[in-house]
């Protein structure tokens, strides 16, 4: 379970760290370090208390813009008969 988590951590820094070196130059290993002492930071400050209302920020935002995401995909790909259509001929046992 603890080995999990740190894998999960990693994945997550090391998810926000490329995403901003996609937008500015910066290097991976000064994101990541900023990003895990901001967590560092705020979980020490607040607790438990602080990781659970940041969680809750973060459902509030994300759930909204994966919604508008799956419209916008929807859309973009024709709708759900061209989306099958082309899983059908990519992958046909399913």
């Given at each position: 379970?603890?080995?999990?988590?740190?894998?999960?951590?990693?994945?997550?820094?090391?998810?926000?760290?490329?995403?901003?070196?996609?937008?500015?130059?910066?290097p991976l290993w000064a994101t990541s370090s900023v990003?895990?002492?901001?967590?560092?930071?705020?979980?020490?400050?607040?607790?438990?208390?602080?990781?659970?209302?940041?969680?809750k920020v973060q459902m509030i935002v994300i759930m909204?813009?994966?919604?508008?995401?799956?419209?916008?995909?929807?859309?973009?790909?024709?709708?759900?008969d061209p989306t099958l259509a082309g899983l059908e001929?990519?992958?046909?046992?399913?």
């Open positions: 379970m603890l080995f999990y988590l740190f894998i999960s951590l990693a994945a997550g820094i090391t998810a926000i760290a490329k995403m901003v070196g996609l937008l500015a130059p910066v990003v895990m002492a901001a967590t560092l930071l705020y979980t020490l400050y607040g607790g438990l208390r602080a990781s659970i209302f940041t969680d909204p813009l994966l919604a508008v995401l799956l419209i916008v995909g929807w859309q973009a790909a024709g709708g759900v001929a990519a992958a046909p046992q399913l």
